[in-house]
């Protein structure tokens, strides 16, 4: 595979919604924009009665930003318009009225460990270390700070946050309630994610539609806060020490 892409296929009442880069699966605003549409489009598909969100290959589930197009920015406009694209996906993920499961094979760096924590329920395989590098590059995980520290807690996320040239291991994430499970391969983490996603669509579907508006309770003003936190990310990209950084990385 060397083309990215974003994908759906429904097989018994799944969703399965698989994007793919060849950089490590990281995230370009084009990726963005598609995922945050297929998820929304998911959502409103009589077909589909529980989404699992997924990355191709067996490595890497997701390097985060593109760093591609964040040495390209060049002005704080632009700026946001790219941040806005994580802010896109969180809360399409956060307003779909479907459970979405997060299946994750391989290390997530920044904006993954954003998505990761936006599903309503994560498993993974042992490989699914995480890591929050973006103070490393002189930014912040501002946008997806929110989806994470629902998942781990302030004291959890600001470890993350702060230790930001450290990976923890799945275990960690699990115990601080990230994942639900951690399986050994990824051959097992797929049977695992097929038999409790196909098991979680016999379910009533108005049921879990009311269940998720209650996990979500309290996030209405997301709309509003992911795009201000874009807006300091945009800001913080063009700052010398972030550039100088960024050059690094050519």
């Known amino acids: 595979m060397t083309k990215p892409y974003v994908k759906q296929t429904i097989e018994n009442g799944i969703g399965y919604i698989e994007f793919f880069h060849p950089a490590h699966n990281s995230l370009p605003g084009d990726i963005l924009a598609d995922l945050a549409t297929s998820i929304t489009d998911a959502g409103t598909n009589k077909e589909i009665k529980v989404i699992v969100l997924k990355s191709g290959g067996n490595r890497t589930f997701c390097a985060g930003a593109s760093f591609k197009e964040l040495i390209n920015i060049n002005d704080e406009a632009t700026g946001k318009v790219f941040f806005s694209g994580f802010a896109n996906v969180i809360n399409a993920m956060r307003k779909c009225p479907k459970f979405i499961i997060g299946r994750v094979q391989g290390k997530t760096v920044g ?108 996030t209405d003003d997301w709309d509003e806060l992911l795009a201000k936190r874009a807006a300091i990310s945009g800001r913080l990209v063009l700052s010398e020490f972030t550039k100088e950084t960024l050059k690094r990385f050519k």
Request: proline share 3%.
């Open 111 to 218: 904006g993954g460990v954003g998505l990761a924590s936006a599903t309503d329920y994560c498993m993974a395989s042992k490989f699914g270390a995480i890591k929050l590098s973006e103070l490393n590059v002189g930014i912040g995980p501002f946008v997806v700070g929110p989806a994470v520290q629902r998942k781990l807690g302030v004291s959890g996320m600001s470890q993350i946050a702060i230790d930001a040239n450290s990976f923890y291991s799945a275990e960690w994430a699990k115990d601080k309630g990230l994942y639900t499970q951690v399986f050994e391969s990824t051959e097992e983490l797929d049977a695992g994610v097929k038999s409790f996603a196909e098991h979680l669509a016999t379910y009533n579907p108005d049921a879990m539609r009311e269940m998720k508006t209650m996990f979500w309770t309290g």
